[in-house]
């Protein structure tokens, strides 16, 4: 336990991602079976035990301490696992007490499993008794199902792919045949056993990835060469349904990194009733009409689906790809021989909820390019506002996992621009951690007299090394506050940095000020020629909402 | 004077150590105890710039506590000084005074003052963990023991300064690209974090920001082997990987840290035991190593003094008082203003801007 809680300690400073993978990987290297195998289960939450409640915490820490100063204590520190935790008397003050060694993770996690409820309070006293403070203070959050350190299921699994200097891909295909804790994982990826068979009838595949095409590259394509597709603004899928045991269909849908998400979309399972792997773009489509994005945000992410979710929200599926029809697997097969099987496949299917991406037409890259611009007239309809770009895929390209080199290209239409005013600063993480390069900027509402500003968006790349220096040296030189971590900057009509910000669109937000939230914004340019007064105001982003929202309520259902 | 020592032997403790604004006030000694004003007389328990003040008249403090002193403020920041030695009994007025060993940074003192049968410790910073760069705290008897309670809260215990250390080393083993910078209190914390890594085993050159060069330079003076130190100013930022550095915990939030290549921020303090102090320091490797008391310090402290009644000041006042009345011990807090407040050893995270050095 104690190493493990080294571990979440460690982890729960580390900014940086890469440095993250390293203190995990390391653990697992240096931790042996059993214990590495429930902390993998513990940091991609597939542990199971009826987690411990807040109040029994409560009740065993004012069994031995003063209740004021307990709540001296408390009110200090802010958290009650953590006050808890450092607050526990020691039991040993009597020098060479004979203690017990602190109990291991396996310990831990197979007796919460097998304990009566009536029996926890008393283990968990014993346990934190044993325990130093980051000790202690890991239990609890193990315990209380409140681990909150900023650990997705799938860096963990890229940790222990790297033990075995395998990618995340490989262990995320195994990974619904596995179950803590993970021996034949961990032999396999030690190189002392064999690969773990996946058993699961309906398996997740790695995905394939697009780059971000560049004006310069259209001229070493011949259009001849490829395929295009519009580019949908939804979620990315994969639909695979396959036999179970009992040859009865087994149906998933998962997330483009894997993560299985069927509970989200009972209503789209059914429709899946033939064996095969579709790729494609979840949707929602009201009356034939496919929404945007902001509709579709409703539908996930949620915990209940409920009956009027599924009414107001009906799910769709858009298929691209097919990469295996019944048992064959196609992915060594060319994109125009995968996409013959995907028409048949989509015919045979035959439901209204899974239908075809259709491709663009086009003899030319001006051509697509009128496309791109005009979606509605170009083959879209309707459907267009729901168009991000276009997708281009070469005709005997393979399906590779990763992001294979001039495979596929994504043509992303235009981004939406507004001057925003530098309003704050924070340090950045990595590479960067010397930098403040996160900024939170804002646009001016408001009468004149009386006008302020507003954050609407934060935005951490799209700067280039050069114009980073320059930021800082801003920042840095105009702080007019100091919050933590974060610094204010001085942000006045005729003082203060304009930033040009890009982003993709934009969705009322109950969370922010300005009660709007950008996708996807980055900084564009650096507008140092302009003074802050000559930003742009909150009520060209409402404007840019309506337009929105109009097209959501004109197709929504009455 | 029979009449006289019958006074004393009345006085009550309130009129022999007095609060007031310019700091404890001994009237019948006719001196203060770590002034924050300038005052006729000053007895100074150690050398931290909230304690060690400029400007006094007379100066009674330990030789180390007066070259501290006149290495932050040049040769003029008293008009007279005069060293003392840890247990050499002085009389001063109508009390007796001694310096006891606080083992807070080299040089700390407790300061006993006895009038008549009344003994009064005042503590200034002190802890009774050990450190390799300063004498050890000594228990001294006493009839009312004054204590800081900068960590005055159950939930401060420091644990054994090794181990962090060792999460030091353990860091730098799995960053070896990284350069490690420890933000630490220039005085006193510095040295003591430089100490424990010797003693763990660490040989190689360690650097130091130019702020904590001269003060480090003096311990070495005094005899503290604190093995090889270099300047970090003039370092190319390759040669920096896989080392550490010692710096102000101001320096290390600060465009500085740019030379170093992508730093890992270790910030040593008693204060780091808790989370969200670490985070917004935007530490990564919080290190709990304190030169004050924690909690079981303090009240372990308290009681091995035999004294019947406690004063409290700078920090957590309330809950040690409150845990001194559960103990059937008188007592209050004392309301000192201007400790813990700078470069105190332990003040908070520090958020103002180091110079480039």
Same mark, same amino acid.
């Given at each position: 336990?104690?190493?493990?809680?080294?571990?979440?300690?460690?982890?729960?400073?580390?900014?940086?991602?890469?440095?993250?993978?390293?203190?995990?990987?390391?653990?697992?290297?240096?931790?042996?079976?059993?214990?590495?195998?429930?902390?993998?289960?513990?940091?991609?939450?597939?542990?199971?035990?009826?987690?411990?409640?807040?109040?029994?915490?409560?009740?065993?820490?004012?069994?031995?301490?003063?209740?004021?100063?307990?709540?001296?204590?408390?009110? *200090?520190?802010?958290?009650? %696992?953590?006050?808890?935790?450092?607050?526990?008397?020691?039991?040993?003050?009597?020098?060479?007490?004979?203690?017990?060694?602190?109990?291991?993770?396996?310990?831990?996690?197979?007796?919460?499993?097998?304990?009566?409820?009536?029996?926890?309070?008393?283990?968990?006293?014993?346990?934190?008794?044993?325990?130093?403070?980051?000790?202690?203070?890991?239990?609890?959050?193990?315990?209380?199902?409140?681990?909150?350190?900023?650990?997705? =299921?799938?860096?963990?699994?890229?940790?222990?792919?790297?033990?075995?200097?395998?990618?995340?891909?490989?262990?995320?295909?195994?990974?619904?045949?596995?179950?803590?804790?993970?021996?034949?994982?961990?032999?396999?990826?030690?190189?002392?056993?064999?690969?773990?068979? /996946?058993?699961?009838?309906?398996?997740?595949?790695?995905?394939?990835?697009?780059?971000?095409?560049?004006?310069?590259?259209?001229?070493?394509?011949?259009?001849?060469?490829?395929?295009?597709?519009?580019?949908?603004?939804?979620?990315?899928?994969?639909?695979?349904?396959?036999?179970?045991?009992?040859?009865?269909?087994?149906?998933?849908?998962?997330?483009?990194?894997?993560?299985?998400?069927?509970?989200?979309?009972?209503?789209?399972?059914?429709?899946?009733?033939?064996?095969?792997?579709?790729?494609?773009?979840?949707?929602?489509?009201?009356?034939?009409?496919?929404?945007?994005?902001?509709?579709?945000?409703?539908?996930?992410?949620?915990?209940?689906?409920?009956?009027?979710?599924?009414?107001?929200?009906?799910?769709?599926?858009?298929?691209?790809?097919?990469?295996?029809?019944?048992?064959?697997?196609?992915?060594?097969?060319?994109?125009?021989?995968?996409?013959?099987?995907?028409?048949?496949?989509?015919?045979?299917?035959?439901?209204?909820?899974?239908?075809?991406?259709?491709?663009?037409?086009?003899?030319?890259?001006?051509?697509?390019?009128?496309?791109?611009?005009?979606?509605?007239?170009?083959?879209?309809?309707?459907?267009?506002?729901?168009?991000?770009?276009?997708?281009?895929?070469?005709?005997?390209?393979?399906?590779?996992?990763?992001?294979?080199?001039?495979?596929?290209?994504?043509?992303?239409?235009?981004?939406?621009?507004?001057?925003?005013?530098?309003?704050?600063?924070?340090?950045?993480?990595?590479?960067?951690?010397?930098?403040?390069?996160? *900024?939170?900027?804002? @646009?001016?509402?408001?009468?004149?007299?009386?006008?302020?500003?507003?954050?609407?968006?934060?935005?951490?790349?799209?700067?280039?090394?050069?114009?980073?220096?320059?930021?800082?040296?801003?920042?840095?030189?105009?702080?007019?506050?100091?919050?933590?971590?974060?610094?204010?900057?001085?942000?006045?009509?005729?003082?203060?940095?304009?930033?040009?910000?890009?982003?993709?669109?934009?969705?009322?937000?109950?969370?922010?000020?300005?009660?709007?939230?950008?996708?996807?914004?980055?900084?564009?340019?650096?507008?140092?020629?302009?003074?802050?007064?000559?930003?742009?105001?909150?009520?060209?982003?409402?404007?840019?909402?309506?337009?929105?929202? %109009?097209?959501?309520?004109?197709?929504?259902?009455? | 004077?029979?009449?006289?020592? =019958?006074?004393? /032997?009345?006085?009550?403790?309130?009129?022999?150590?007095?609060?007031?604004?310019?700091?404890?006030?001994?009237?019948?000694? +006719?001196?203060?105890?770590?002034?924050?004003?300038?005052?006729?007389?000053?007895?100074?328990?150690?050398?931290?710039?909230?304690?060690?003040?400029?400007?006094?008249?007379?100066?009674?403090?330990?030789?180390?506590?007066?070259?501290?002193?006149?290495?932050? *403020?040049?040769?003029?920041?008293?008009?007279?000084?005069?060293?003392?030695?840890?247990?050499?009994?002085?009389?001063?007025?109508?009390?007796?005074?001694?310096?006891?060993?606080?083992?807070?940074?080299?040089? %700390?003192?407790?300061?006993?003052?006895?009038?008549?049968?009344?003994?009064?410790?005042?503590?200034?910073?002190?802890?009774?963990?050990?450190?390799?760069?300063?004498?050890?705290?000594?228990?001294?008897?006493?009839?009312?023991?004054?204590?800081?309670?900068?960590?005055?809260?159950?939930?401060?215990?420091?644990?054994?300064?090794?181990?962090?250390?060792?999460?030091?080393?353990?860091?730098?083993?799995?960053?070896?690209?990284?350069?490690?910078?420890?933000?630490?209190?220039?005085?006193?914390?510095?040295?003591?974090?430089?100490?424990?890594?010797?003693?763990?085993?660490?040989?190689?050159?360690?650097?130091?920001?130019?702020?904590?060069?001269?003060?480090?330079?003096?311990?070495?003076?005094?005899?503290?082997?604190?093995?090889?130190?270099?300047?970090?100013?003039?370092?190319?930022?390759?040669?920096?990987? +896989?080392?550490?550095?010692?710096?102000?915990?101001?320096?290390?939030?600060?465009?500085?840290?740019?030379?170093?290549?992508?730093?890992?921020?270790?910030?040593?303090?008693?204060?780091?035991?808790?989370?969200?102090?670490?985070?917004?320091?935007?530490?990564?490797?919080?290190?709990?190593?304190?030169?004050?008391?924690?909690?079981?310090?303090?009240?372990?402290?308290?009681?091995?003094?035999?004294?019947?009644?406690?004063?409290?000041?700078?920090?957590?006042?309330?809950?040690?008082?409150?845990?001194?009345?559960?103990?059937?011990?008188?007592?209050?807090?004392?309301?000192?203003?201007?400790?813990?407040?700078?470069?105190?050893?332990?003040?908070? @995270?520090?958020? %103002?801007?180091?110079?480039?050095?």
């Amino acid at each position: 336990m104690n190493r493990f809680a080294e571990l979440l300690d460690r982890l729960a400073y580390e900014p940086g991602r890469n440095n993250k993978l390293r203190l995990i990987t390391n653990y697992f290297r240096s931790v042996e079976d059993p214990d590495r195998g429930y902390a993998l289960a513990a940091l991609t939450g597939a542990l199971s035990f009826k987690h411990a409640k807040p109040g029994l915490i409560r009740d065993l820490i004012a069994e031995r301490t003063d209740p004021m100063l307990f709540a001296l204590s408390y009110d *200090y520190v802010g958290d009650l %696992s953590e006050t808890v935790a450092l607050m526990w008397p020691r039991q040993s003050d009597q020098p060479l007490h004979n203690n017990p060694p602190p109990p291991t993770l396996t310990e831990v996690v197979t007796t919460l499993r097998t304990l009566g409820k009536t029996e926890i309070p008393k283990q968990l006293s014993r346990w934190l008794d044993d325990l130093d403070e980051t000790g202690r203070w890991a239990l609890l959050k193990l315990v209380t199902g409140a681990m909150r350190i900023g650990i997705s =299921a799938r860096l963990a699994k890229t940790a222990a792919a790297a033990l075995g200097d395998k990618d995340a891909h490989e262990v995320e295909l195994l990974w619904p045949g596995l179950a803590p804790p993970y021996l034949n994982l961990f032999a396999w990826l030690e190189g002392c056993g064999e690969k773990p068979v /996946n058993r699961d009838p309906a398996p997740f595949r790695p995905v394939m990835l697009a780059h971000a095409v560049e004006e310069a590259d259209f001229a070493t394509l011949d259009p001849a060469d490829y395929a295009a597709e519009w580019k949908w603004d939804g979620i990315r899928v994969q639909a695979v349904s396959g036999r179970g045991p009992q040859s009865h269909i087994v149906s998933r849908l998962y997330s483009r990194t894997g993560e299985d998400i069927s509970k989200s979309f009972p209503d789209l399972l059914p429709s899946l009733h033939l064996p095969g792997a579709i790729d494609g773009e979840l949707l929602v489509l009201r009356q034939g009409r496919v929404q945007s994005f902001n509709v579709l945000q409703q539908r996930l992410n949620r915990k209940v689906v409920s009956p009027k979710l599924i009414k107001d929200y009906p799910i769709h599926l858009r298929a691209y790809d097919l990469l295996a029809d019944d048992e064959t697997d196609l992915r060594d097969l060319t994109f125009a021989e995968r996409r013959e099987r995907l028409l048949a496949f989509i015919a045979r299917l035959g439901d209204p909820r899974v239908d075809l991406s259709p491709t663009i037409a086009f003899d030319s890259w001006e051509a697509l390019a009128a496309a791109r611009r005009e979606p509605a007239s170009a083959g879209a309809g309707a459907d267009a506002e729901a168009v991000e770009g276009v997708m281009l895929k070469r005709r005997d390209a393979l399906y590779l996992p990763g992001r294979p080199k001039g495979q596929w290209w994504k043509w992303k239409r235009d981004p939406y621009i507004v001057d925003a005013v530098l309003m704050y600063a924070q340090r950045g993480h990595g590479k960067r951690s010397s930098f403040y390069s996160d *900024y939170t900027f804002g @646009v001016w509402t408001g009468d004149d007299g009386d006008a302020q500003l507003v954050p609407v968006g934060k935005a951490y790349f799209g700067f280039t090394d050069e114009e980073l220096l320059q930021i800082d040296r801003f920042v840095r030189r105009n702080t007019t506050e100091k919050f933590g971590p974060v610094r204010q900057v001085v942000h006045e009509p005729d003082q203060g940095l304009v930033l040009e910000v890009a982003f993709e669109g934009l969705q009322r937000s109950t969370r922010h000020k300005s009660g709007v939230a950008m996708r996807f914004p980055r900084i564009n340019r650096l507008r140092w020629d302009k003074p802050p007064r000559e930003a742009d105001r909150l009520e060209t982003l409402e404007r840019l909402l309506k337009s929105e929202a %109009s097209e959501s309520a004109e197709a929504a259902p009455d | 004077m029979s009449s006289g020592s =019958a006074y004393i /032997n009345d006085m009550r403790p309130q009129d022999i150590l007095t609060p007031q604004p310019a700091g404890l006030c001994c009237k019948p000694g +006719g001196f203060h105890i770590d002034p924050v004003r300038p005052v006729e007389r000053a007895l100074i328990t150690h050398g931290h710039s909230d304690h060690a003040r400029a400007g006094h008249g007379a100066v009674l403090a330990t030789q180390e506590t007066l070259d501290m002193m006149r290495l932050r *403020y040049g040769e003029n920041f008293a008009r007279s000084t005069q060293a003392v030695a840890y247990g050499e009994e002085l009389r001063l007025g109508d009390v007796a005074v001694k310096f006891h060993p606080a083992g807070h940074v080299l040089g %700390s003192a407790q300061i006993a003052v006895t009038s008549g049968n009344t003994k009064i410790v005042a503590s200034g910073d002190y802890k009774d963990a050990p450190d390799p760069t300063c004498m050890p705290f000594e228990v001294v008897p006493c009839d009312i023991f004054i204590t800081e309670a900068t960590f005055g809260l159950p939930v401060f215990r420091h644990g054994d300064a090794a181990d962090e250390v060792r999460k030091l080393l353990a860091s730098l083993t799995l960053f070896p690209e990284r350069a490690h910078l420890v933000g630490a209190y220039s005085l006193g914390k510095a040295q003591r974090v430089i100490a424990l890594l010797r003693a763990a085993g660490f040989d190689a050159p360690i650097y130091l920001h130019g702020a904590m060069e001269k003060i480090t330079r003096y311990y070495q003076s005094r005899g503290v082997d604190l093995g090889e130190l270099r300047a970090v100013k003039g370092m190319k930022k390759a040669e920096l990987a +896989g080392t550490i550095t010692l710096a102000p915990p101001s320096a290390t939030s600060d465009i500085w840290t740019r030379r170093f290549p992508d730093p890992v921020t270790a910030f040593a303090s008693g204060w780091m035991r808790v989370r969200a102090r670490a985070r917004q320091g935007g530490v990564e490797l919080p290190l709990v190593i304190s030169d004050h008391a924690d909690w079981d310090g303090l009240t372990a402290t308290i009681k091995a003094t035999g004294a019947r009644e406690i004063w409290v000041t700078h920090g957590q006042e309330d809950a040690l008082v409150h845990w001194c009345k559960m103990q059937g011990l008188a007592a209050r807090p004392l309301d000192l203003v201007g400790y813990g407040d700078e470069d105190s050893g332990e003040g908070d @995270v520090a958020s %103002s801007d180091a110079e480039d050095a």
